[in-house]
């Protein structure tokens, strides 16, 4: 499984870079913020929602700690789906964050 550190994720962002960020937690914890422009997906969700991924693009998926995050990661590459985890998840995160309305 490819994994990316929340340093360089946010360096990314930062620097302007079109990524697809996929934020896997619950509601009550993504009211506490989410890396912005991340779409929230649960990982619950992933399977029913699949047809939402492009096999042609990139994904870096996002979790509190990195463990459901790694779950999604796995699951989207076993379907063809170019997969990073973000090592740490939102604890790592140490930049600004977006909080949903």
Known sequence: MKKVQATELAEK???GEKLNIIDVREDDEIAQGII????????GEIPDRL?????DE???MVCRSGGR???ATEYLEG???????????????????????
């Open 13 to 15: 962002v930062k620097n």
């Open 36 to 43: 912005p422009g991340a779409k929230h997906i649960k990982l």
């Open 51 to 55: 047809e939402e991924f492009n096999k």
């Open 58 to 60: 990139h994904y870096y």
């Open 69 to 71: 995050s790694g779950r």
């Open 79 to 101: 379907n063809g789906i170019e997969a990073t985890n973000m090592e740490g998840g939102m604890l790592a995160w140490e930049d600004e964050t977006d909080i949903p309305e």
